[in-house]
């Protein structure tokens, strides 16, 4: 399996199925076993930030909070930062930084 992620041979969410299929097939684990290493909480946290990260883009909304930061701030270099540093630490309250 190390072969596959080195050279991408198959691609990686493929690969990263293997077990999931492999394991059972074989009789070395049952399914459920192996599942549960692929759904753990930690896993759906991730999930569900690329989702709304995926919707954000989406409906353009990362676009319109740029424009709306920008015409709050100004154009000057430390406004700007300033409308980014803010912008981060309101964000960061509601999406996770892992994410």
């Not at 072969?3 to 969410?13: I, M, Q, S």
């Not at 999931?20 to 759904?39: E, F």
């Not at 424009?67 to 100004?74: A, C, D, E, N, Y």
């Not at 930062?81 to 996770?96: C, E, H, N, V």
């Amino acid at each position: 399996m190390v072969f596959y992620w080195l050279t991408e041979a198959l691609p990686l969410p493929v690969t990263s199925m293997i077990p999931m299929i492999g394991l059972p097939l074989l009789g070395l684990m049952s399914t459920k076993d192996v599942a549960v290493n692929y759904l753990n909480s930690t896993n759906y946290m991730f999930f569900g930030g690329l989702i709304m990260a995926i919707a954000v883009e989406h409906c353009g909304l990362h676009i319109r909070v740029a424009l709306k930061i920008i015409r709050m701030v100004g154009t000057s270099q430390a406004r700007l930062m300033l409308g980014f540093m803010f912008t981060t630490m309101f964000i960061s309250m509601w999406i996770s930084n892992t994410a």
